[in-house]
Structures are given as C-alpha cells and as structure tokens.
C-alpha cells in the first residue's frame, strides 16, 4: 500500500511540475504577443533594417530606418516581430507598422504585412 502511494505522489509531481516550472510568460498562452523590452538589441535592429529594406524594394524608395518606435514578438513556428518603425524618405519623415516573420535557425526572414502607422 505505501508503495502505491509513493507512485501516485511520483506521477502526480512529474505531472505538475512543467506547471510549477513554467515562467509567467509560458502561462500567458502559447502565441501571444509579448513587448520587446530592448528595442535597440542588434538582433532587433538587423530586422528592423531588413523590414525597410524589403518595403524599399516593394515600394521603389530609398527608406531609411530612423529608429524602431514600439515592438512587440510572437513564439510561433519561429519568431513574428511586429514593430513601428520611423524612417525617412529624403527629408520626409514616414511610420510604419511591420510584420516579419523570422526562423533564425533557417537564416529565414519575410516581411509579412506592412502599412502606413499613424504619425508619430
């Protein structure tokens, strides 16, 4: 009888422990937005750049990054930042919103949506 409860505390604890273990962010939910506490992290840069690069070439302007406002990232089947960011086209200055979606084990970056943000 001791035994079997023994094994029963045993599979119970190995059952609770991914729950207890878990950060604050693994109990938000699976895919949820997350801010992006350092926005000047090169990592962030690299794809800030790139998001401009890419509306560069879709848009045919010479953008260039000013700086990356807000940015929020997704866990998903690798990682979706959505940032707004500052650029300048010439003189004129300009915000967008992007989405791009990164599998960094890939070397994999694609610029997903991006639109015009309210001024900021």
């Known amino acids: 009888m001791r035994s079997n409860f023994h094994f029963l505390s ?23 937005w997350q801010p992006i ?21 879709q848009s045919e302007t010479n953008l260039k990054l000013d700086s990356i406002v807000k940015g929020e990232q997704q866990v998903v089947s690798g990682v979706n930042y959505r ?13 967008y919103e ?4 990164e599998k960094a084990w890939e070397n994999f970056r694609k610029l997903i949506s991006f639109k015009h943000a309210i001024a900021i």
């Open 37 to 57: 506490k350092d926005l000047n992290d090169s990592h962030v840069k690299g794809i800030a750049e790139f998001a401009v690069s890419e509306i560069s070439k």
């Open 98 to 101: 992007v989405t791009v979606w």
């Open 10 to 32: 045993l599979f119970i604890a190995l059952l609770l422990l991914p729950l207890i273990c878990a950060g604050p962010s693994a109990r938000l939910g699976v895919g949820g």
């Open 83 to 95: 940032l707004i960011l500052a650029v300048k086209d010439g003189v004129q200055s300009k915000s």
